[in-house]
C-alpha cells in the first residue's frame, strides 16, 4: 500500500495554494497564491490502465489511475462503488483509496465534466487469508505428518508459521493448504498464514500430544458378568481414545482425574487389555485382566438389625461368604443400602430411613445373583418419651422414672445447663430409670438423644431440702438466757432458731452449722426449731433450762505459821510457808504478787552473779511450787528485808480470796 501523500504541507513548501473543490473530487491548484487553476481540458478522460490491478477486498488499499484528462473535480467509481477517498496527483494520474468489496473483478470509470470512460474488469480485489479449520488438529509430539488448513484468501499465501515457527507447505487451492507438522514439545500452538491482502492467526489451533503410555490396571480380576470399575494407569489418551478387554470394548467411565472403564461381560480366563487412539497409538499390556466364575454366596447375618425408621444414616455389617468385591450390593427391606466398603464374606452399609414400622428381609445382589436373610432387620418406631415421674425432687438428687418407645442402652441424657450426662438404668425398650444428679435448687431442662434417632427434653425441678438438726451443744444452760449454743446438722443456711418459741439470736451460720444465742425462758426442757424456707426441724425437749446457781461466796485463805507466825525465812527448797484454802469449789489457781517494787534484796557475792542490792521487782508466780526471788545467790549468801507478798486464789466457780505476808531472811 503507498503512503498517502500530504499535498498541504506540500503546497506550502512551494508556494502553492491548494482549494478543496469538494470531499471527493480532488483540488484545485492554485500558483503562488493567485487563484490560477489549471486550464480545464477539452475533452473527456481517456483512460489506459490501473496499478495494482490486485487489491484486497478489506477496503482502503491504494491503487493508482493512469490516463489523460484527469482533472481536480474528477468521480471515480470501483464496480460502482464510490471510493473512501481520491486524491489528484496530476492531469494523468489519480490515486484511489479502494472502498471494502467482496472478491472480484470490477471496472474502474472516472468522470469530469466532459465525459467519463471505463476500464472494464481493470481492478481484481482478493480476500485476505482467513482459516477456518485446521484438520486433523491434534498430533504427536514427533511431528513429520500434513494436517489441512481449511479457509480462504490462500492463492497468495507467502507463509505458514506452526507455534510461531515458518513451516513448509503446499497450496492446494484458495480454500486449502496441505502443512507438513514440524516437531514440537507437548501442549496447544496457534497457526499463521500470511498474504499480501492480508495475514490470519487461529489461536490454538493444533494440540501436540506425547504419544499413549499404559502400565497398569487396577483391580486386575473381576466376574465374568463385568460391571467392575476398573481404573488404567495412562497417558497421552485423548477423548477418542477406546479400550478393549479380550477384544469386547469397554464402557469408559471417566477420563480425568483417573481414566475408568466398566469392564465388559466375558467368558473366564486371562485377556489383553487394549489402549487405541487414532493419534497417539495403540498399547496392550498382555494378559492383565482375569475373569473369574462367581461364587454362589450366602447372606448370615447383620449387625447391628434395628433402627428407627426415620433416623437413616445407621452402618450395619452385612456378613456372608462369597460376595463379589467390586459389585456386590445390599437391599433392606426394598431401600438401598449405601455400601461403604465389601470383602468377600462382610458388607458395611449405611441404612437409609424406612416410612413403616416392621421387620424386613437383607437382599445381597452379588454377580447378578440374589440372596436374602429373611426377617434379618428391624425398623421400629421413632424413639419418643410419654411420661416423666416424678418431675421434682430434693437437691441432692433421686431417681426418676421415663416411659416411651425405642428406647436403647446407649441412648443420652443430659442436664442441659452443664450439658452433663445422666447415668440411667436401662429397663427395656419402654422404660428406662434416670439418676439425677446432686444441683441447686430451681427448674431444669434434661435433654434426650435417642440413639435410634430423635430427641426430646422435658423440665425438672429440683426442690430445695429442709433443715435436719444433727446436735446441740450444750443443750441446757440458764433460765436467764444469754448462752452460746452451736447447733449442727444440714441444709441450714439461712436458718432462724426458736427455743420453747422464743426466737433466739443468730451469730454464725453455714449451710451445717449454726451459733446462737438463748433467749431468757422458765426452767424446764423446750422444743429446738429450726426453720428455713424450704421448711424446718424440730428437737423436741432438746434444750433444758435450769435455774442459776447462787454466786459464790468469798475464799478464806491463810498461811500457816512459821517461827511464830510470821514469816521471817523462806529459803532456796525449804521453808516455805504452808497455804490453806477453806470454801469455793476445787481446783483452785494461785497467783503470787510483790506488794513492794523493790525487794531490798541484798546480795553478797555469788557464784555468776555480781555483789551488791537487787533492785529487780518481784512479779507474780504461782505458789502451788517451791519459790525464791528471782535474784539471789545459788551458793552465796543473801539477805531479804521487808519482802511483801499477796497470794491470791480462785476457784472452778470464780470465787476469790487473798492473804499477805512479809519475808525477811538474813545472809548466811
Not at 426442690?463 to 441444709?491: F, K, M, Q
Not at 453455714?510 to 425462758?521: E, Q
Request: charged letters at 10%.
Amino acid at each position: 500500500m503507498l503512503p498517502r501523500k500530504n499535498f498541504s504541507t506540500l503546497a506550502l513548501a512551494i508556494g502553492l495554494v491548494l482549494t478543496s473543490a469538494s470531499a471527493s473530487a480532488g483540488f484545485q491548484l492554485i500558483v503562488g497564491g493567485a487563484g490560477l487553476a489549471p486550464p480545464a481540458p477539452s475533452s473527456a478522460p481517456t483512460l489506459s490502465s490501473v496499478s495494482p490491478a490486485r487489491i484486497s477486498t478489506s477496503g482502503g488499499d491504494l491503487f493508482s489511475v493512469f490516463g489523460e484528462n484527469l482533472e481536480t473535480g474528477s468521480t471515480v467509481l470501483v464496480g460502482g462503488a464510490t471510493p473512501i477517498d481520491i486524491w489528484y496527483t496530476s492531469i494523468t494520474q489519480l490515486d484511489v483509496f479502494a472502498p471494502g468489496l467482496s472478491a472480484g473483478t470490477y471496472d474502474v470509470e472516472v468522470s469530469n465534466g466532459n465525459g467519463s470512460d471505463i476500464l472494464a474488469n481493470a481492478l481484481e480485489m482478493v480476500d485476505p487469508a482467513y482459516i477456518a479449520s485446521v484438520s486433523p488438529n491434534t498430533g504427536l509430539i514427533s511431528g513429520g505428518y500434513s494436517v489441512t488448513i481449511s479457509g480462504d484468501g490462500f492463492t497468495d499465501a507467502t507463509q505458514v508459521q506452526v507455534g510461531g515457527a515458518a513451516t513448509p507447505f503446499t497450496l492446494v487451492d484458495d480454500q486449502t493448504i496441505s502443512v507438513s507438522m514440524p516437531s514440537h514439545a507437548a501442549g496447544s500452538v496457534n497457526m499463521r498464514v500470511d498474504s499480501p491482502f492480508g495475514s490470519d492467526l487461529l489461536l490454538g489451533a493444533f494440540d501436540y500430544l506425547n504419544p499413549l503410555a499404559f502400565t497398569a490396571v487396577t483391580p486386575n480380576i473381576g466376574s465374568i458378568g463385568g460391571g467392575e470399575t476398573v481404573t488404567l494407569t495412562a497417558s497421552g489418551w485423548t477423548t477418542s481414545t477406546t479400550v478393549s478387554f479380550g477384544g469386547t470394548p469397554a464402557t469408559i467411565l471417566t477420563r480425568s482425574p483417573a481414566f475408568t472403564v466398566a469392564a465388559p461381560a466375558h467368558v473366564a480366563g486371562v485377556v489383553d487389555v487394549v489402549m487405541n487412539d487414532p493419534v497417539t497409538g495403540t498399547q496392550t499390556l498382555t494378559g492383565s485382566y482375569t475373569y473369574e466364575t462367581p461364587v454362589l454366596h450366602a447372606v448370615t447375618g447383620i449387625t447391628p438389625d434395628v433402627d428407627a425408621i426415620s433416623h437413616g444414616g445407621l452402618v450395619v455389617t452385612v456378613t456372608g461368604t462369597g460376595f463379589s468385591t467390586s459389585n456386590a450390593t445390599v437391599d433392606i427391606g426394598g431401600s438401598a443400602c449405601t455400601v461403604q466398603s465389601r470383602t468377600a464374606t462382610a458388607i458395611e452399609c449405611q441404612v437409609g430411613t424406612h416410612t413403616t414400622p416392621g421387620v424386613y428381609d437383607v437382599s445381597v445382589t452379588s454377580d447378578s445373583q440374589v440372596v436374602a436373610l429373611t426377617d434379618g432387620f428391624t425398623y421400629i418406631p421413632d424413639p419418643n418419651i410419654t411420661s416423666v415421674s416424678p418431675t421434682a425432687g430434693p437437691e441432692a438428687g433421686s431417681d426418676v422414672l421415663v416411659q416411651g418407645v425405642s428406647f436403647h442402652p446407649s441412648d443420652e441424657y443430659y442436664i442441659v445447663d452443664t450439658y452433663d450426662p445422666i447415668a440411667f438404668t436401662y429397663n427395656d425398650s419402654t422404660s428406662v430409670t434416670l439418676h439425677m444428679p446432686a444441683r441447686s435448687a430451681g427448674l431444669h431442662e434434661v435433654d434426650f438423644w435417642g440413639y435410634h434417632g430423635g430427641s426430646e427434653w422435658f423440665e425438672y425441678t429440683y426442690e430445695a431440702a429442709a433443715p435436719s438438726i444433727s446436735s446441740i451443744t450444750p443443750n441446757s444452760g440458764s433460765t436467764d438466757g444469754g448462752e452460746t449454743v452451736a447447733i449442727s446438722g444440714t441444709d441450714l443456711a439461712g436458718a432462724s432458731v426458736t427455743f420453747g418459741g422464743t426466737t433466739a439470736t443468730v451469730t454464725a451460720n453455714t449451710d451445717t452449722s449454726l451459733s446462737v444465742t438463748t433467749p431468757a425462758k422458765t426452767e424446764g426442757a423446750v422444743d429446738v426449731v429450726v426453720t428455713t424456707a424450704s421448711g424446718s426441724d424440730t428437737v423436741i425437749g432438746g434444750y433444758t433450762y435450769n435455774a442459776p446457781s447462787p454466786p459464790p461466796g468469798p475464799l478464806t485463805v491463810t498461811v500457816g505459821a512459821l517461827e511464830g507466825g510470821l514469816v521471817t525465812e523462806l529459803s532456796f527448797g525449804f521453808g516455805e510457808p504452808s497455804l490453806t484454802v477453806s470454801g469455793g469449789t476445787p481446783p483452785y489457781t494461785y497467783t503470787w504478787t510483790s506488794l513492794n517494787a523493790q525487794g531490798g534484796v541484798h546480795l553478797f557475792g555469788g557464784s555468776g552473779m555480781p555483789g551488791g542490792e537487787c533492785n529487780s521487782a518481784v512479779t507474780a508466780a504461782p505458789v502451788n511450787v517451791s519459790w525464791a526471788p528471782s535474784c539471789g545467790g545459788s551458793d552465796g549468801g543473801s539477805v531479804v528485808n521487808n519482802l511483801s507478798f499477796r497470794i491470791s486464789v480462785e476457784d472452778s466457780l470464780g470465787a476469790t480470796g487473798h492473804t499477805d505476808y512479809t519475808w525477811n531472811k538474813a545472809g548466811w
